[in-house]
């Protein structure tokens, strides 16, 4: 099982940046997948979910209309599009899989917004 992030990076306040996940090994279509962001010493968060089908996603209320989640599952791909970024948005981004009491985790991809 992998699922491994892509798209962080150093981004102005303001801008945009846009999150990959690709998973493998895994039935990729029967899983929910979020991303959590965490920075050091403060707990991991829920950022966005998106249910299996894509057809219900939900959001923390400090990224509702900022950020969308969407997803392939032709191409076993997981996307976070983050607009309006602001400094409070730095972190490492994860990328998560659950199906049941069944999760899987990437190893996060930095972003960091500043001027």
């Known amino acids: 099982v992998q699922l491994v992030e892509s798209g962080g990076g150093l981004v102005q306040p303001g801008g945009s940046l846009g999150l990959s996940c690709s998973a493998s090994?895994?039935?990729?279509?029967?899983?929910?997948m979020s991303w959590f962001r965490q920075v050091p010493g403060k707990e991991r968060e829920l950022v966005a979910t998106i249910t299996r089908n894509g057809g219900s996603t939900n959001y923390a209320d400090s990224v509702r209309g900022r950020f969308t989640i969407s997803r392939d599952n032709a191409k076993n791909m997981v996307y976070l599009q983050m607009n309006l970024l602001k400094p409070g948005d730095t972190a490492v981004y994860y990328c998560?899989?659950?199906?049941?009491?069944?999760?899987?985790w990437g190893k996060g991809t930095l972003v960091t917004v500043s001027s």
């Open positions: 998560s899989a659950r199906y049941f009491v069944t999760s899987y």
């Open positions: 090994g895994f039935t990729f279509s029967s899983y929910d």
